[in-house]
């Protein structure tokens, strides 16, 4: 069959399509770029926030419109999991719905789905093994390894326990071959991926052996990881980035608040100043480490003081980047059950404070890097302008500089000139190296 898919939400998303077409083209079945032309048509979906959700449903609603008549219509992933057949209901002529744990029956679900047979496959199952990608027969330049699948953490507003199941750990060696795999198919740059990623646990190994063991993967320049809790920050794992020449000076992780309090309400488990003494860990053992984060605004019962802890906070952690989100209901979480008390006009002007600080803050931490030399993974030509060449620091910041997109898969020196919203401006400083 010709099949077409379409990815939302986080970058486990992403990776679990790649592995989901990787099972289908093993399968005998070819990807297209065209809805219209598919004879089935998949949508791996998002079910974060409320407004992830209502655009996929819209979205799927105008692809059944968009495909043939007789093509297939399936959804796989968050929302998926968390309607089931409820999906059915809501957009018609629904051929499959598979969720996150069952990814390894697709192909039969398409074969009945062929033979006219409605399949809902969301069983969430505790003992299930690891699903992992058939070995990859091709690779980009940077590549998503997922490690660990699901979150035990039931923070106060997150869908995700109730829609990805008890957190599970993939076994090392697995992980190991698979990064060698695409080491080999010429992925310099590795993401490993966990809902929770530095809780990874593999028997006696822990996240930061696991980080040793894919250090010494031959091909692999880079390593990064995502997402991690506060709560699991060890100092095993700050040495592990400080020590491991591959993997990169970049950490993301989520504060959502700055306020104690509301940091409670959210079953975040940790307090504002333990979040800081975390920073100043970090900062003291990996010098230059960039940090990203996560905001929440207006979760239930956030007062204009804690609001204002929160700013006071990014002021003084001065993130490199976050993502920033207005609080939304998802039914079924604890936080459901509190009253979501803060006028949306309030969550709105919040949510443009942490936005309009953030952008400063930014902008101030990327304005120092003028002058300086930093090393750049070429990822290919820069598509504003083809003379120029594109590319990442190892803290995750575009660069762009005149040079051959050819490049593509060195390292090389730029000597940064100027500095716009989100992209560092530079030159090359001399030839790059394999
Ligand atoms: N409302 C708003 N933001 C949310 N996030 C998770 N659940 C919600 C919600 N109900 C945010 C958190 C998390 C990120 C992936 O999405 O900040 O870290
Ligand atoms: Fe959701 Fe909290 Fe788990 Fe992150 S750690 S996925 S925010 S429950």
């Not at 093993?26 to 089935?40: F, M, Q």
């Not at 496959?121 to 093994?129: G, I, L, Q, Y």
């Not at 998802?330 to 969550?347: I, N, Q, W, Y």
Request: glycine residues 8%; charged residues 25%.
């Amino acid at each position: 069959m010709r099949i077409y898919m379409e990815t939302y939400g986080c970058q486990m998303n992403e990776y679990d399509s790649g592995m989901m077409k990787a099972m289908l083209r093993a399968s005998g079945h070819t990807l297209v770029g065209d809805a219209a032309r598919a004879d089935a048509v998949i949508v791996n979906t998002c079910s974060v926030r409320e407004r992830a959700e209502t655009r996929v449903l819209g979205r799927l609603r105008h692809l059944r419109g968009l495909a043939g008549r007789d093509a297939i219509l399936g959804v796989v992933g968050c929302v998926a999991q968390r309607m089931g057949d409820a999906l059915a209901r809501e957009v018609k002529g629904i051929s499959f719905v598979v969720g996150t744990d069952q990814y390894a029956l697709l192909p039969d679900v398409l074969e009945s789905a062929r033979n006219g047979l409605v399949r809902f496959e969301t069983t969430v199952d505790p003992t299930e093994s690891y699903v992992a990608r058939p070995d990859a027969t091709e690779a980009g330049l940077c590549e998503f390894v997922s490690v660990a699948r699901g979150c035990d953490n039931y923070c106060s507003y997150c869908i995700v326990p109730y829609v990805r199941g008890r957190e599970r750990s993939r076994p090392a060696r697995a992980v190991v071959r698979e990064v060698r795999r695409l080491a080999e198919l010429g992925t310099r740059d590795v993401t490993l991926l966990g809902q929770n990623v530095n809780s990874y646990r593999d028997g006696s190994a822990d996240f930061a052996d696991l980080l040793k063991v894919v250090n010494d993967v031959d091909g692999i320049e880079r390593i990064r990881f995502a997402t991690s809790h506060p709560k699991d920050l060890s100092e095993g794992l700050v040495a592990a980035m400080a020590d491991l020449p591959k993997v990169c000076e970049h950490l993301h992780l989520p504060v959502q608040s700055g306020s104690t309090r509301t940091l409670e309400r959210m079953n975040r488990s940790y307090a504002r100043e333990q979040y800081l003494s975390l920073v100043d860990m970090v900062r003291e053992r990996v010098p230059g480490a960039a940090l990203t984060t996560d905001i929440i605004v207006g979760f239930p019962g956030e007062s204009e003081a804690d609001f204002e802890e929160t700013l006071s906070l990014m002021e003084n952690v001065r993130f490199d980047s976050a993502f920033m989100f207005r609080y939304s209901v998802r039914e079924g979480t604890k936080a459901a059950k509190l009253p979501d008390d803060v006028p949306e006009d309030v969550k709105i002007r919040r949510l443009t404070s942490v936005i309009e600080l953030q952008k400063a803050i930014t902008s101030e931490l990327n304005g120092k890097l003028a002058g300086s030399t930093v090393e750049v993974l070429v990822e290919g030509p820069s598509e504003r302008d083809p003379s120029s060449l594109f590319g990442r620091t190892r803290t995750g910041k575009a660069v762009v500089a005149p040079g051959p997109g050819a490049l593509a898969g060195r390292l090389v020196p730029v000597r940064i000139e100027r500095v716009t919203a989100w992209t560092l401006h530079g030159a090359m400083a001399e030839n790059g190296r394999r």
